[in-house]
């Protein structure tokens, strides 16, 4: 019984045979004059260095499984000289192989390896991801997140609970869920919170539940926290999920973005901009640090992507467990 064996040779190159050199009247249609034209081409073949590194013979192997088309010489006749199959180049370029139709040729590989070639992804899907993303106050944290939620639909951006007051354009629902501050100590008596804090004097928090639910559904989580909050968060969900810290390029720029947002009284900046100088030092707790430049937002937000893409592709995935 015919297989086919792919032989890797270390020939000389021998020059390949100019085409007018062929003997001339040579039959090529009938199956009765391929047979007895057998020897000549595999000299012709042979002849060629290409050949002989990347042939594939037909051997004497029995197959694991029958195959109708393979299982008879006159198959293996068919499978050779098939009008398709038999394309000899004399270009250097192009490898000298005997070839069959791809069909054919899989399913010979199919019958000799003993089972047929799987259409199912190689790797399994990766896991879905929990991005932390946290930064200094006036950073950029919201403004890259937002962009990244325009372009990446996979991704669920988290909403926090917070009980301090609405600012005006932000969305109750889409930038925070804004709660009093009875209905937030509730929600931490209900343990409902992955993790809270007291920032500036008012609390946020995540709820657990979104989470859960939309990691359910395939989505990375994308989690908006103050540095406070990614430390605790690092403390809950360890290396499971992928920490990133945005800085501005300067502090001068960071200052500047929060003078121009005039979202904060004068004492209020005071206390944004020496704590912002405390929590740079912290950029040693996360895994990665995207420079959000000024005029050069759609640059973070690709290097965040980037972040995502390199996640997705890790041998070792993240398994988060909340
Ligand atoms: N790359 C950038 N270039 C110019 N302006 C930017 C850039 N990124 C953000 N900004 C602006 O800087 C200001 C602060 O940004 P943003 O509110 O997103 O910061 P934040 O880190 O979320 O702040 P906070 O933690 O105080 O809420 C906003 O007015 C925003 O539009």
Known sequence: MGGWVKLKTSSPSTPPRDKKSKPPNQPTNSLTNQNALIPQMFRKLSSSSLFLRYTIFPVSTKPVFKSQSYNHPQSLRRLFFSSSSLKMSDSPNSPSIPT??????????????????????????????????????????????????????????????????????????????????????????????LEHALVYGDYKGIPKKRIQEFMGKGYDIVLRVDIQGAKTLRKILGSSAVFVFIVAESELAMVERLVDRRTESHEELLVRVATAREEIRHVKDFDYVVVNAKGKLDDSVKRVESIIDAEKSKVHQRVVRI
Do not use: W
Request: aromatic share 6%; with cysteine; proline share 7%.
């Open 100 to 193: 069959t139709t791809k069909p054919e040729l899989l399913r010979s590989l199919e019958s000799h390896l003993g089972s047929c070639f799987s259409n199912d992804p190689i790797t399994p899907q990766p896991n879905p991801l929990i991005i932390v993303i946290s930064g200094a106050s006036g950073v950029g944290k919201d403004a890259v997140i937002n962009k990244l939620r325009q372009v990446r639909q996979s991704l669920h951006f988290v909403v926090t609970a917070t009980s301090r007051p609405m600012r005006p354009g932000e969305i109750d629902g889409k930038d925070y869920f804004f709660v009093s501050k009875d209905e937030f100590l509730s929600m931490i008596e209900k343990d409902e919170l």
